[in-house]
């Protein structure tokens, strides 16, 4: 299992839907003379948290000289 940190570094110009401005009237990171919120730090949109490898294998020989093998891997991928 694997931990991620999935913040914006730096992210000063994020655009703002005009159906959200409203919300945003007063807080800070928001300048309303530009029209842009200061994301810098928030979580990235969609990012799970954490990401694990869930494998299955199993080797079989058959006869002396030849042998089978079988994998299952489970993942989800994330999109934008």
């Given at each position: 299992m694997s931990l991620l940190h999935g913040n914006y570094c730096?992210?000063?110009?994020?655009s703002?839907?005009?159906g959200i401005i409203p919300y945003l009237a007063g807080n800070p990171r928001y300048h309303p003379t530009t029209g842009f919120y200061d994301a810098t730090a928030?979580?990235?949109n969609?990012?799970?948290?954490f990401s694990t490898l869930q494998a299955l294998q199993m080797t079989a020989s058959l006869l002396r000289s030849i042998s089978a093998r079988a994998?299952?891997?489970q993942s989800r991928t994330y999109y934008d």
């Open positions: 730096t992210f000063t110009n994020a703002v839907a005009a928030n979580r990235l969609w990012a799970p948290r994998e299952m891997l």
